[in-house]
């Protein structure tokens, strides 16, 4: 069955960086778009990065463009977040999910994790 499992997260300072990592199985990870989405304490949840299933393409919610970079490894079925320059606002559940297609679309998942806390505090 598919498996989503979300590790990297923790207490960062403002500025600060954190890596995400999602480790996939389950399905033919090379074959699906992937992206990551957050929930922060009361509010919805929010699409943050999306890729093309080769890596080819990458999207960003306006919030973190510039700051957070999206990446992938298919040989080792990994999904990756690279976390810099870190604000408070960016505290929340981090959730790796996966696309039903190639392609993402900000809302479209069909299976996600269970997510990794990132904190941000000075």
């Known amino acids: 069955q598919v498996q989503l499992v979300e590790s990297g997260g923790g207490l960062a300072q403002p500025g600060g960086s954190l890596r995400l990592s999602c480790a996939a199985s389950?399905?033919?990870?090379?074959?699906?778009?992937m992206s990551w989405a957050r929930q922060a304490p009361g509010k919805g949840l929010e699409w943050v990065s999306g890729i093309y299933s080769d890596g080819s393409d990458t999207y960003y919610a306006d919030s973190v463009k510039g700051r957070f970079t999206i990446s992938r490894d298919n040989a080792k079925n990994t999904l990756y977040l690279q976390m810099n320059s870190l604000k408070l606002e960016d505290t929340a559940l981090y959730y790796c999910?996966?696309?039903?297609?190639?392609?993402?679309?900000?809302?479209?998942?069909?299976?996600w994790g269970q997510g990794t806390q990132v904190t941000v505090s000075s």
């Open positions: 999910a996966k696309s039903p297609r190639p392609w993402v679309r900000r809302g479209e998942y069909d299976y």
């Open positions: 389950g399905f033919t990870f090379s074959s699906y778009g």
